[in-house]
């Protein structure tokens, strides 16, 4: 009778701690995305950026993206998509391509992935920072 009590107080408090580390965890991930929504993206100035190939990163968890931007002669010549952890996101995808389109972080957001977009400008724009000293 004693093990079974035992028993049971654990399996309550796995469960409460758990629940507790899901709700942390969750409120983590909102508070950063409402952040995410309110940042700017500033458009870079691409007559200062110097040849090369630049990484370039941005998380708001959940959501993480790493790429790399090849820059000849003030132009965008590749965006590669290194990493992208991004939950129901994976439609931003297109995000780089678009970039290169307009040679410019002045595009739209992907409908139903405006997170994982946001991310992969903010990771594309830190890059070319780089690339601009």
Same mark, same amino acid.
């Given at each position: 009778m004693k093990k079974r009590y035992i028993v049971t107080i654990i399996v309550v408090l796995v469960l409460a /701690?758990?629940?507790? @580390? @899901?709700?942390? /965890? #969750? $409120?983590? $991930?909102?508070?950063? #995305?409402?952040? /995410? +929504?309110l940042s700017e993206i500033s458009d870079v100035d691409l007559a200062t +950026?110097?040849? &090369?190939?630049?990484? &370039?990163?941005?998380?708001a968890f959940p959501i993480s993206?790493?790429?790399?931007? @090849?820059?000849?002669?003030?132009?965008?010549?590749?965006i590669e998509l290194l990493k992208h952890n991004n939950g129901k996101g994976q439609g931003a995808e297109i995000i780089p391509e678009n970039v290169i389109e307009a040679q410019s972080l002045n595009v739209d957001s992907v409908s139903g992935a405006t997170y994982s977009s946001k991310v992969i400008l903010k990771a594309i724009q830190n890059a070319i920072l780089k690339a601009s000293g």
């Open positions: /701690l758990g629940f507790i @580390t @899901t709700k942390l /965890l #969750l $409120a983590k $991930a909102e508070g950063n #995305l409402k952040q /995410l +929504a +950026a110097e040849d &090369g190939i630049y990484i &370039g990163s941005y998380s993206v790493e790429v790399r931007v @090849t820059i000849k002669n003030h132009i965008i010549k590749e």
